[in-house]
């Protein structure tokens, strides 16, 4: 079976997925607080999400991410697991893995390691518990901090993902990285990118540009560069009075498009080869056109065959610019 390798020699092999636009959570970056979710008759069943990973699977991906919306809120996602880690037992999956805002993990963590997963990235901006719920609109701090204790002792590698925001956790950047070396997750930030509806005003008032952080960093402590990649966009620093690891997701400050290995399918089957571009292809039409694979198989081909080079976002200048419509937890973070 041929690769999937896109028009600029990627190798495609990453693919997240979003099993549902919903959420318990409507975190202030990413949702507005009255979303209009989607009908559930447009949303791809279980069987149907099975059979579209399967596929891919079979065209080379190894690396499988669950998303959402938040993932486990979803009907019965244990049942997609659990037929989904049979590529896992045959070796043709490399990873199953997931991202979520942990509010469900403390029910759910054991089953998920029993089934193959080895980490899950919990995200988590915050350690006060007024401004979780003020960040999450509708979280609850304990709840998740509940669900990131069952996941360690589940024996899941936890990496916690900040979205740094001015303003708003600019203080915890220390208390934040002394909790995950005492509790022995790996720590990535990220920077706030122009998804969904929202005025400019709010989004360039939220940037925090990487760069700045790591100044704080740096102020503080002597930091490394390593080369190390994990297949995914972050780049790493070493603290190194503690050894402890510090990862950078920088879609405004360090465009990472030349290594991108990966595409995303949102909850309806739109295929979308790039985050930042609008350029989507329809893979529920093929998927139920017929039983067998082979027409979904050809749209995938030829999307992957359009895969644009790289995303627009930019805020230079003060203006924010390259903005998709999108809201993150359409496309799956
Ligand atoms: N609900 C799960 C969660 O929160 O981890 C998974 C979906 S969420 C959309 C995935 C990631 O996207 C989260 O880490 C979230 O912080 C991040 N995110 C959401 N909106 C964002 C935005 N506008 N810019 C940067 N990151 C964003
Ligand atoms: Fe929900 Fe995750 Fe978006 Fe927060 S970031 S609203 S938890 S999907």
Redesign the pocket.
């Known amino acids: 079976m041929t690769p999937l390798i896109d028009p600029f020699a990627r190798p495609i092999t990453y693919l997240r997925v979003s099993a549902t636009d919903r959420?318990d959570f409507r975190?202030t970056?990413?949702m507005a607080e009255h979303m209009q979710f989607l009908p559930k008759k447009d949303l791809l069943t279980l069987e149907e999400l099975d059979r579209l990973c399967s596929t891919f699977i079979r065209l080379g991906v190894e690396k499988l991410r669950i998303?959402?919306?938040?993932?486990l809120v979803r009907r019965d996602i244990l049942t997609f697991f659990r037929s989904i880690s049979r590529h896992l037992e045959s070796g043709a999956l490399k990873e199953l893995t997931l991202?979520?805002?942990g509010s469900q993990l403390a029910r759910y963590a054991g089953d998920l390691a029993a089934l193959g997963v080895r980490r899950v990235?919990v995200?988590l901006d915050t350690l006060d518990a007024a401004k979780f719920t003020a960040i999450t609109r509708w979280g609850r701090l304990d709840q998740v901090m509940e669900g990131i204790r069952a996941a360690k002792a589940a024996g899941l590698r936890v990496k916690i993902?900040t979205?740094a925001l001015k303003g708003f956790n600019e203080d915890e950047l220390f208390p934040l990285l002394d909790w995950c070396a005492g509790e022995g997750h790996d720590l990535t930030f990220?920077?706030?990118?122009p998804?969904g509806e929202m005025g400019e005003e709010m989004r360039l008032d939220q940037y925090w540009p990487l760069k700045d952080l790591r100044a704080r960093l740096a102020e503080r402590f002597t930091l490394t560069d390593l080369a190390e990649r994990t297949g995914g966009p972050a780049r790493y620093v070493r603290i190194e009075a503690t050894g402890q690891k510090v990862g950078f997701i920088t879609p405004l400050t360090h465009n990472f498009c030349e290594s991108c290995n990966r595409v995303r399918v949102t909850c309806t089957g739109e295929l979308y080869m790039c985050l930042g571009q609008e350029d989507m292809a329809d893979l529920r039409a093929p998927l139920r056109a017929s039983e067998g694979d082979e027409l979904l198989e050809e749209a995938i081909r030829a999307a992957i065959a359009h895969k644009p080079k790289g995303h627009d976002f930019d805020y230079s200048r003060q203006k924010v610019a390259g903005q998709v419509s999108r809201h993150?937890?359409h496309t799956?973070?």
């Open positions: 959420c975190c970056y990413c998303t959402g919306g938040e993932p991202t979520t805002n990235n995200s993902n979205v990220i920077e706030v990118m998804m993150m937890s799956g973070g």
